[in-house]
């Protein structure tokens, strides 16, 4: 079983950054693919990007392509996701999620593990 607690979420501007992490607690978070996933108010939650358990392979949804990257330090089981170029239909709260594989899935259903989730909000 993981833990999984998210921080760096905040209020930007639109065209900031933040940088979001997602600490895994237990030893064997290298055997866990990771997603990330946002809910903006109103609208279901939706998969934004994910990475392989070793790290090697990586994806991402449309809208969010070429501006935020996932990556992950098996070292300190944790899971970031870098955003750049934020804009407003960025803002939700976003969350972290772990699928003992190697490979990720793009729906929620594919994860076991969620965390609380961490607000992000863009403001125009």
């Known amino acids: 079983q993981v833990q999984l607690v998210e921080s760096g979420g905040g209020l930007v501007q639109a065209g900031g950054s933040l940088r979001l992490s997602c600490a895994a607690s237990g030893r064997t978070f290298s055997r866990y693919a990771m997603g990330w996933f946002r809910q903006a108010p109103g609208k279901e939650r939706e998969f934004v990007a994910a990475?392989?358990?070793?790290?090697?392979?990586?994806d991402y949804s449309d809208s969010v392509k070429g501006r935020f990257t996932i990556s992950r330090d098996n070292a300190k089981n944790t899971v970031y996701l870098q955003m750049n170029s934020l804009n407003a239909e960025d803002t939700g709260v976003y969350y972290c999620a772990a699928k003992e594989s190697y490979t990720w899935a793009i729906y929620r259903s594919g994860y076991a593990y969620w965390g609380q989730g961490t607000q992000v909000t863009v403001s125009s």
């Open positions: 990475l392989s358990s070793s790290g090697g392979r990586t």
